[in-house]
């Protein structure tokens, strides 16, 4: 006995976002980019940490973003690819007295062999299934983390405490206005990058394999190598911000990296808009800022401010800040026009 | 060998747990073809409201079914109010409202009754259950409580008008539509059972793991596993798979060196994997096949 799926009829899983609107225009980008560089030189260094926080987890949810929204495919195990690149990095610094700059290409390398991999048995999997089988995966990484062979390396429940990196060549600036240029220069390497990915063939594959996987395979697109290739160019970004993440926070620990920062990281994205590459920032903004703003009105409130403002986007601005920036982008071509 | 069949008792005896959680995901799946995120939260809170309700004096029994009638008005509620209008919208903004829900059920549980952990009663004692040391009085009604949910679950589906519409309604909506089935209040129905069964097996599993509001995480992992294992359509699938899933996982605490309370949930997420790589239908569910 089997029954019959028409797939024809049955909406795709994530909405088709069409490649011109995945990106912003020069003009706009240069002047967020000014507004980058310039912000750090005007606040204080907490806020500077703040900021580099933002940036790196702005990678985390880019990277979420190339696959859901680029090749359709789901996870809410994006918090053990960011887990094993902050634990890359560590090690590598602390027991292998690696530079920081250097122990980042590595994780990238690492977790893009580790997220093709998970890719293999994924590839069987669809929608809902992915998100189960990442959903595992994201429970069951802090339990791996601390797992007593491991311990020399791991620091196992303790974790690692990694140094901050100095700014070179003597240059007149904190350490943390440092990391925060040093952070702004490899996302912004790390933007350039997804935005030709997805304007390159491999791109199309992706967004073909996203709106109709049998019309794209039937179009002679190899859908199992795409899509793993999908994970592992996810995973492998959100390793480099994993790695970014321990050498700005100083520390990695097995709890640091539960189910609650790949909830997080889809929530950014969500929030951000599905496909839409810039609104990474913006969603991740959100999930820096909402809980402290949350956790001040009450402790342990910070979840269901979360779970209420994530229904309040799906509900009334579906495509997150894409939503917010067509809007802006029609008030200025109305103004224009007068 | 005298170990060995030791461990299977034991096992199944939390393969019961497993059981009655991986029901509830069975019968969410069927009625709305998603997994619920949020189901292993609903069912803590759900045990939240019993024990509250003991609290203020109400007998265990007069709570189990106050309880089993919230959770199923609960469910029906949340269907309608969050995810009805959901219904046409991408899976992706069906898994966002899930892990909402999730995520405001945690949170909201924290703030009502603490994170602090909390004894919970069982209706049948904790003695050795017929001399054996493995297996408890309580672990020995809780088997007997999954396997009396499944039959009635049988019966219900089998035989009754209302089960049938159900079915007719998660396998081929439009024509359910078409022969008069509200299709749409029968996802709100599947809800609803899905709530209230979650429920039970939160009860059942309280007095095992304590009360307290992540006390589910772990096990909705074992029952998602135990689910995709037995295959997501079947029921009696999801209950084998409940009691192969706890038996796996006391013989590899036991045989495998190292592999004890800490490696828990990989053992599950490899299970997972495992299953939907080899036999991605389960052992008793049906292959789909998709057609263009």
């Known amino acids: 006995m089997s029954a019959i799926e028409e797939t024809v009829t049955e909406a795709a899983a994530v909405e088709a976002v069409p490649k011109k609107a995945m990106t912003l225009g020069y003009g706009t980008s240069l002047a967020v980019l000014v507004l980058l560089i310039a912000v750090p030189l005007l606040v204080k260094n907490f806020i500077i940490f703040q900021l580099t926080m933002l940036l790196i987890y702005a990678v985390a949810v880019l990277a979420l973003n190339i696959l859901t929204g680029g090749s359709g495919q789901f996870s809410l195990g994006q918090s053990a690819f960011y887990a094993v690149g902050a634990y890359t990095s560590a090690i590598l610094m602390e027991h292998g007295g690696i530079n920081y700059a250097l122990t980042l290409p590595v994780a990238g390398v690492i977790c893009f062999g580790f997220g093709f991999l998970f890719g293999q048995p994924a590839l069987r ?43 070179p060549f003597g240059l007149p600036m904190s350490q943390d206005m440092w990391l925060y240029y040093f952070t702004l220069a490899i996302s912004l390497a790390i933007y350039i990058f997804s935005v030709n990915l997805l ?87 959100f999930i820096i800022f909402v809980p402290n703003i949350a956790e001040g009105i009450s402790k342990g409130l910070s979840g269901a401010v979360f779970g209420v403002l994530l229904f309040l986007v799906i509900f009334l601005v579906p495509h997150g800040a894409r939503q917010g920036a067509i809007v802006v982008q029609h008030l200025i071509g109305k103004l224009r026009g007068n | ?52 309700l ?16 919230l959770s199923f ?66 672990q020995a009604g809780m088997i007997g409580v999954t396997i009396l949910l499944l039959i009635g679950l049988f019966f219900f589906f089998r035989f009754t008008r209302m089960g049938l519409a159900m079915r007719a309604a998660a396998s081929l909506p439009e024509s359910a539509r078409l022969v008069g089935i509200n299709t749409s209040w029968m996802i709100a129905l599947g809800w609803g059972m ?76 490899a299970l997972i994997i495992v299953v939907l790589v080899v036999k991605p239908a389960g052992l008793l569910g049906r292959p789909i096949v998709k057609r263009v």
């Open chain 1, 125 to 167: 999997l669809s929608g809902v299934y992915l998100a189960l089988a990442t959903f595992a995966l994201a429970t069951a990484m802090p339990q791996l983390l601390k797992l007593g062979a491991f311990e020399y390396w791991t620091g196992g429940v303790q974790g690692l405490v990694v140094t901050k990196p100095d700014a």
């Open chain 1, 199 to 285: 304007r390159s063939r491999s791109g199309r594959a992706f967004m073909a394999i996203r709106d109709n996987e049998i019309a794209a395979s039937a179009m002679g697109i190899d859908v199992a190598l795409y899509k793993t290739l999908a994970f592992g160019v996810s995973a492998g970004i959100t390793g480099v911000a994993g790695g970014l993440g321990a050498i700005a926070v100083q520390f990695v620990a097995p709890d640091s990296y539960t189910i609650a920062l790949a909830i997080s990281l889809f929530l950014g994205m969500v929030v951000g808009g599905v496909g839409w590459l810039p609104g990474s920032i913006v969603g991740s903004a």
């Open chain 2, 1 to 52: 060998m005298e170990l060995f069949t030791n461990q299977v008792l034991a096992g199944i005896s939390t393969g019961a747990i497993y059981a009655c959680m991986a029901l509830a995901v069975v019968m969410i799946y069927q009625a709305i073809d998603h997994l619920n995120f949020a189901q292993g939260e609903m069912a803590m809170f759900s045990t939240f409201i019993s024990w509250q």
């Open chain 2, 54 to 69: 003991m609290q203020w004096g109400v007998p265990y029994w007069g709570a189990f079914v106050l309880t089993l009638v």
């Open chain 2, 73 to 138: 008005i609960g469910g029906i509620a949340i269907e309608r109010l969050l995810f009805k209008p959901l219904a046409k919208a991408p899976i992706l903004t069906n898994v966002a409202g899930f892990i909402a829900l999730y995520s405001i059920v945690n949170s909201v549980a924290g703030l009502i009754w603490d994170f602090t952990i909390k004894q919970y009663p069982t209706p049948f004692g904790s003695y050795p259950f017929l001399g054996s040391q493995l297996i408890s009085t309580h």
């Open chain 2, 194 to 269: 899905a709530a209230a069964i979650g429920s039970i097996a939160g009860m059942m599993i309280a007095p095992v793991v304590f009360l307290e509001p992540n006390m589910m995480l772990g096990v909705l992992i074992y029952g998602f596993a135990a689910a995709v294992l037995g295959g997501l359509t079947s029921p009696l699938g999801a209950v084998i798979g409940g009691f192969l899933v706890g038996i796996m996982e006391n013989l590899a605490g036991t045989y495998i060196p190292g592999a004890g309370n800490e490696l828990k949930l990989p053992i599950a997420l």
